[in-house]
């Protein structure tokens, strides 16, 4: 096998142990919210208490990155992190709790621009994106993952043991990268060759792209944050049927960066995917919220397009983002990138719960519909420049 792929491989592996941390939370919310006695509001608030660390370091992890490489980053950022959540198991505080889910948020934030910028640079631009799109599965999966197994964990052993489940994925992930991760040849000779492009900071295109991409990922953190605790308190599931739901969301949102990875590489661009992305989302939220006034029967499948669509255009985005920078600045581009993602994923949270609390579930997630609207048209511009083969 062909050392890219091990190199893939390892990126998956690093990004879903972290991504396990953070969309984890939202099935561990019900417990949360019942050992600290937490309203609505104060829910939302440690579900982004990870993301809101990330907004703080994304940029400058991905800056440390292009100076020294991915396997130190990921082996320091995804080490120190997965301490924060043994720390957090065994805290009996919400502020010692929240201070680690921050701690955590701002070291686990190196693997995503550092995995990217890995998997970038062994692999050309013919099968980017199904590289990138396989990368970029690894959030889902570890979603997924955690959505499967952390309320077993929770019903046999607790709140503590699932917390130290999801520190022992991240110091196993940390040890993997820093064994088997390394430059790619002809790295000197890319570098060089990236040298001209402008600086991330100074690129308006990745500017406009970061905004696009917000609108869309403040759709996705809505659904996958929130529709635990809205199954269970609006449609009377348990837990583990909630949590079998969000997984079944992650794993079809898995699928489609696939698959829209290889569809991008065959027309040979990214935008213009990601824009008709946007456009069905928007139809498929609209329809699942207005799914919520009738039985689970059509609620379940309603939500499941949503959420899918909502979890599957991350792939397209990272991809165009590394390929608008190059080589040289991938890591920075990707953190300035990924920093927006971030801002959107702390706010989120906080302001879908106010929402939701001051209307109903259903205006909240009718509401969601307009964003990927926006998106759309934020994005034009970079749709019109690309080259599209049929």
Not at 28 to 40: G, I, N, Q, T, Y
Not at 309 to 330: D, H, I, K, Y
């Amino acid at each position: 096998m062909s050392y890219r792929w091990a190199i893939l491989t390892l990126g998956v592996v690093a990004q879903a142990a972290f991504s396990a941390t953070q969309q984890g939370l939202a099935v561990l919310a019900p417990a949360l919210r019942e050992r600290f006695d937490l309203s609505l509001q104060g829910v939302g608030a440690v579900l982004a208490a990870s993301s809101a660390g990330t907004v703080a370091t994304l940029l400058a992890w991905g800056l440390v990155t292009d100076r020294l490489g991915e396997r130190a980053v990921i082996g320091v950022g995804l080490g120190v992190t997965g301490v924060a959540f043994g720390v957090a198991a065994l805290s009996s505080g919400l502020g010692l709790l929240v201070a680690m889910l921050v701690a955590a948020g701002m070291f686990g934030a190196s693997v995503s621009a550092a995995s990217g910028r890995a998997v970038m640079g062994w692999f050309e631009p013919r099968q980017r994106g199904l590289a990138l799109g396989i990368r970029q599965t690894a959030v889902p999966v570890g979603a997924a993952a955690a959505a499967l197994g952390l309320p077993i964990l929770l019903g046999v052993s607790g709140l503590r043991a699932a917390l130290a489940a999801l520190a022992a994925a991240c110091l196993g992930a940390a040890a993997a990268g820093v064994l088997g991760l390394r430059e790619p040849p002809g790295t000197g000779s890319r570098v060089a060759n990236d040298a001209g492009r402008r600086g991330p900071l100074r690129d308006a295109r990745l500017w406009r792209l970061a905004a696009g991409s917000v609108c869309l990922v403040c759709v996705q953190i809505a659904i996958t944050s929130f529709i635990v605790l809205f199954l269970i308190d609006e449609r009377g599931f348990s837990t583990r049927g909630a949590a079998a739901m969000l997984a079944a969301i992650q794993l079809g949102g898995g699928a489609l960066r696939i698959l829209l990875g290889i569809r991008s590489d065959r027309v040979r661009a990214r935008v213009a995917p990601l824009r008709q992305l946007s456009i069905g989302m928007a139809v498929a939220v609209g329809l699942a919220a207005g799914a919520i006034s009738l039985g689970d029967s059509v609620l379940v499948p309603a939500f499941l397009l949503a959420g899918a669509l909502a979890v599957g255009w991350n792939g397209l985005s990272f991809t165009a983002t590394a390929e608008l920078a190059g080589r040289a600045r991938s890591g920075a581009a990707l953190g300035l990138q990924q920093t927006a993602l971030a801002a959107g994923c702390a706010v989120m949270p906080v302001g879908f719960a106010a929402l939701v609390a001051a209307s109903s579930w259903q205006l909240g997630f009718a509401l969601l519909a307009v964003l990927p609207l926006l998106a759309s048209r934020i994005l034009r511009p970079l749709g019109e420049l690309e080259h599209v083969t049929p």
